[in-house]
T-cell receptor, first 114, second 111 residues
Framework: GAVVSQHPSWVICKSGTSVKIECRSL??????MFWYRQFPKQSLMLMAT?????????EQGVEKDKFLINHASLTLSTLTVTSAHPEDSSFYIC??????????FGSGTRLTVV | GENVEQHPSTLSVQEGDSAVIKCTYS??????FPWYKQELGKRPQLIID?????GEKKDQRIAVTLNKTAKHFSLHITETQPEDSAVYFC??????????FGAGTTVTVRA
């Protein structure tokens, strides 16, 4: 089945620094990937849709300058949290869909900003 | 956009009993309805999905029903086991497009 790899699985960074999270489709090509944010005991909130070779589409209320998304190839999308602050601490998770199959999630990244 | 509501938020069942989770959606154009199971600290795993041209789908102890007219779909888990304890999310959307998720249901199966 489709496999989506996400790295790192957890990261601790200092306030004001930037963090990059990678999402890779290992055995299929994904023209579209999705980035979600999940707070403890809450649902998955879609942040943006990552489109290969073009700009990402951000959901209302998500700051595009803060959450930079790059989808330079058919198998890799990156999310960079810029100038991170403690309120950005959360579980970030990506997903991708292989044609004919359902959406597969990455393993998620737990970001802690101190 | 699509709005998905999910009930109940928590569900406690005795081992061996059935569990039912219900979701409603708002966008009549949605045609893909997956269900995910998420264990603590782990990624959501697709457990079953249904498309709008099907009213019911079953996979062993799990079944999903869809009523497009009423815009609601349900997950049924029969003969529940302790390993079924997790958070379950429903979602709705258009195939090849973004999904909107319900708020989740925390299922606890009591041994």
């Amino acid at each position: 089945g489709a496999v989506v790899s996400q790295h790192p699985s957890w990261v601790i960074c200092k306030s004001g620094t930037s963090v990059k999270i990678e999402c890779r489709s290992l055995d299929f090509q994904a023209t579209t990937m999705f980035w979600y944010r999940q707070f403890p005991k809450q649902s998955l909130m879609l942040m943006a849709t990552s489109n290969e070779g073009s700009k990402a589409t951000y959901e209302q209320g998500v700051e595009k300058d803060k959450f930079l998304i790059n989808h330079a190839s058919l198998t890799l999308s990156t999310l960079t949290v810029t100038s991170a602050h403690p309120e950005d601490s959360s579980f970030y998770i990506c997903s991708a869909r292989e044609k004919g199959n359902g959406y597969t999630f990455g393993s998620g990244t737990r970001l802690t900003v101190v | 956009g699509e709005n998905v509501e999910q009930h109940p938020s928590t569900l406690s069942v005795q081992e061996g009993d059935s569990a039912v989770i219900k979701c409603t959606y708002s966008d009549s154009a949605s045609n893909y309805f997956p269900w995910y199971k998420q264990e603590l600290g782990k990624r959501p795993q697709l457990i079953i999905d249904i498309r709008s041209n099907v009213g019911e789908k079953k996979d062993q102890r799990i079944a999903v029903t869809l009523n497009k007219t009423a815009k609601h779909f349900s997950l049924h888990i029969t003969e529940t086991q302790p390993e079924d304890s997790a958070v379950y999310f429903c979602a709705a959307g258009l195939s090849d497009y973004k999904l909107s998720f319900g708020a989740g249901t925390t299922v606890t199966v009591r041994a």
